[in-house]
């Protein structure tokens, strides 16, 4: 068995770790917004003027902070004045994207802002460049953030919202180099500066804007962006999804995969950390001082779809594999945070690597949302620089992952073993010698591909790990493919 030394350093200066790096994104795609939030208010499931209470009381408890709507791809053809008014009167459109479906616009604009108001979180929205018009995205703003007497604020009113909501985030378009409009980075960004500045500020709310980034490893996109528009932003956005051998069209399977698929995406997973630095260190040129944000705001596995599903929806099941693969995300983004303050993970509901699965009324949580749920300490807690000593599990992938942080007096190590057959000892360091556990919990399944199913929901969820804490020191051992996550105080 082979032994990692995780030794704690905590520096006065460190900064926090910002909880938007917990972020999510829900797109009007497969049965995320319909079914997975949205039921209607004359549903059988138990629903909040139409939004699932099981959904909100599951997003409460991860502390999800930002959600990102309407797309993706969705964004850029999406008119937002279909989706306001009476329901019964909104006209439908053909969802071309994502499975050529009728979208009946009953989930528009109020009913988003009234998820993000019952989840606790802040609205991310993002606007139509690819189709729509800047007179459609500067009414968009108006109509959702105007305290005054003016057209849209009134047309919000006679909707039934008398006061503005407060909106944080807004996104001048979607991967525009694609799905967004095929356009070159010279271009969209003039287009960026135009849009840009009718995305006004109304009254006391302040947004922030973010102009479309990269795919993947597209630095030239970046460099012109940064080039051209960086006065105008405050932050840039990176697309970066994990898929088996880095090859785009997904291949494989989300469940069922050997030894080299495993390491094939754990290998893709460590890659995000690698595009985050260059993508960082573009952006340090212009922008020194890290003013911008570098917002991950699509990441995660993506796999051909569950056999018998609409190819369209891009439903998949999610394992053990999957919760490494965001712990290994998750740890990567704590060591980036002075520059990447916001990630969104792809999706939040029923689509790719998902919190949450839905079937009519059941509801179960994956892998990856355990995943989540042990790492909430870490939300907006002091990052703890770690001296990391471990092997290799696989060529380029180290034995361990880990991550700590301290919050109210309160220090949390997770730490995760990406070796699929191998147990580790771990001997953690550098606490205080007064240090006691009072929470430890672990994750894994009886395999790494084992996952929840609607009828064996709490396969891989988090248990208690029997763990102390002596003179400052811990030792334990992790077994294979599992995530550990250790709360200390004193
Ligand atoms: O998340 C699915 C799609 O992936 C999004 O709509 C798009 O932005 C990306 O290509």
Redo the contacts with the bound molecule.
């Keep these: 068995m082979s032994i990692t030394k995780i030794t704690l350093q905590p520096k006065d200066d460190a900064p926090l770790i910002p909880r938007e790096i917990y972020s999510q994104?829900a797109?009007h795609?497969g049965r995320c917004i319909y079914e997975g939030v949205w039921v209607g208010e004359d549903s059988p499931i138990p629903n909040t003027r139409g939004i699932r209470n099981d959904v909100v009381t599951a997003l409460k408890n991860i502390k999800v902070p930002v959600i990102r709507w309407p797309?993706?791809?969705?964004a850029d053809e999406y008119h937002w004045m279909d989706g306001i008014g009476p329901r019964e009167e909104r006209p439908s459109m053909y969802n071309s994207?994502w499975g050529g479906v009728v979208e009946n616009n009953h989930f528009g604009t109020h009913e988003f802002l009234d998820l993000c108001e019952q989840v606790g979180a802040e609205p991310y929205v993002c606007g139509n460049v690819g189709s729509g018009t800047v007179k459609e995205m500067s009414d968009w703003v108006e109509y959702m953030t105007s305290p005054a007497q003016s057209p849209m604020a009134n047309l919000r009113r006679k909707n039934g919202r008398e006061e503005p909501w407060k909106l944080t985030y807004f996104g001048v378009g979607?991967?525009s180099w694609?799905?967004g409009g095929n356009m070159r980075p010279e271009f969209y960004a003039d287009l960026y500066r135009q849009y840009n500045t009718f995305v006004r500020t109304y009254g006391p709310n302040k947004i922030t804007r973010f102009a479309c980034g990269a795919n993947v490893a597209d630095y030239n996109w970046t460099t012109v962006l940064m080039d051209r528009a960086h006065t105008h932003m405050d932050g840039l956005s990176l697309?970066n999804y994990t898929i088996l051998n880095q090859k785009w069209p997904p291949s494989g399977s989300a469940t069922e995969f050997g030894t080299q698929e495993y390491y094939s995406i754990l290998r893709a997973a460590i890659n995000t950390e690698r595009l985050v630095e260059r993508h960082s260190a573009i952006m340090d040129i212009k922008d020194p001082g890290k003013r911008i944000n570098l917002v991950v705001d699509?990441w995660g596995t993506w796999y051909p779809v569950e056999p018998g599903t609409n190819p369209g929806f891009?439903y998949q099941q999610n394992t053990v594999r999957d919760a490494l693969v965001a712990s290994v995300h998750l740890d990567g983004f704590h060591r980036h945070c002075e520059r990447v303050r916001m990630t969104n993970i792809?999706?939040m509901i029923n689509?790719?690597q998902a919190m949450i699965l839905t079937k009519g009324e059941q509801i179960i949580m994956t892998p990856t949302y355990w995943v989540f749920e042990m790492y909430v300490p870490h939300q907006d807690a002091k990052r703890i620089h770690l001296q990391l000593e471990t092997g290799e599990a696989d060529t380029g992938i180290p034995a361990v992952s880990a991550t700590a942080s301290q919050k109210d007096g309160k220090i949390t190590v997770s730490a995760s073993n990406l070796d699929i057959a191998q147990p580790q000892t771990i001997e953690i360091s550098g606490l205080p010698t007064s240090a006691k556990v009072v929470r430890a919990r672990i994750l894994a399944g009886p395999t790494v591909q084992s996952h929840n199913t609607f009828d064996e929901p709490e396969t891989v969820q988090p248990v208690a790990f029997d763990v102390t804490a002596s003179e400052g020191r811990i030792s334990l051992e992790l077994p294979p493919a599992s995530i550990v996550s250790i709360e200390l105080a004193g």
């Design positions: 994104f797109e795609l797309g993706g791809c969705f994207h979607n991967e694609g799905c697309h699509e891009l792809a999706q689509v790719l």
